[in-house]
């Protein structure tokens, strides 16, 4: 199996010094998680968290799907491959005229064989269904098509997951066969061949 840091060497990555600028879709922001605020989150620090963020977080934080296995990822792929900083991203609602911020949900990548990064994302229950998965979800894809060496971005849902099927093909991905899971389906986007 190929580690991170192989897939660095892979995708042609280069490490990005100092923090990544926050992508914006609309009225949301995806800010890259820092080191820092993986470390409050695994304390399960929302104050720290929120702090960090400048964003209140609200009951329902984390997401239900978000397990502690996630977290030992993400530090992971940050120890071994630093130039996939940003590719892990919280969504978070810019509220503006005077309103906080608010922390509506969770979306990242990381690599795969051949240059694919596969995504996986996530709403809080009381923010679904407006349209802010699929506004995260095609920003995030759109940018990391334009990074060295990425040549597709994935996803997976489970058949019976509808809204996630169809925040996939919000973002111009097509069926691209079976998952890695029984019962699961992958989409994918190509980059575009200049």
């Known amino acids: 199996m190929i580690d991170f840091m192989q897939w660095g060497a892979v995708l042609g990555l280069q490490a990005r010094p100092g923090r990544m600028a926050d992508l914006k879709a609309g009225g949301l922001r995806l800010v890259a998680i820092t080191p820092e605020m993986l470390l409050a989150e695994q304390e399960n620090d929302a104050a720290r968290l929120g702090s960090l963020l400048r964003a209140r977080l609200t009951e ?48 990242g990548g990381f690599p795969r064989a051949y240059g694919d990064v596969e995504i996986g994302y996530s709403t809080l229950p009381a ?31 489970y058949l019976n997951v509808t809204e996630s099927i169809k925040v996939m093909q919000r973002c111009g991905m097509s069926y691209a066969g079976q998952g890695d899971e029984a019962g699961t389906v992958r989409y994918r986007r190509a980059a575009s061949v200049n």
């Open 127 to 157: 923010f679904q269904r407006r349209g802010y998965a699929s506004a995260a979800a095609r920003t995030l894809v759109d940018w990391l098509l334009t990074q060295e060496g990425v040549r597709s971005v994935s996803a997976q849902a």
């Open 60 to 107: 329902e934080w984390p997401p239900v799907d978000w397990e502690p296995h996630l977290h030992r990822m993400i530090q992971k792929q940050y120890d071994e491959l630093p130039e996939s900083f940003g590719w892990h991203r919280y969504v978070v609602l810019d509220g503006g005229l005077g309103r906080p911020r608010t922390l509506v949900g969770a979306i």
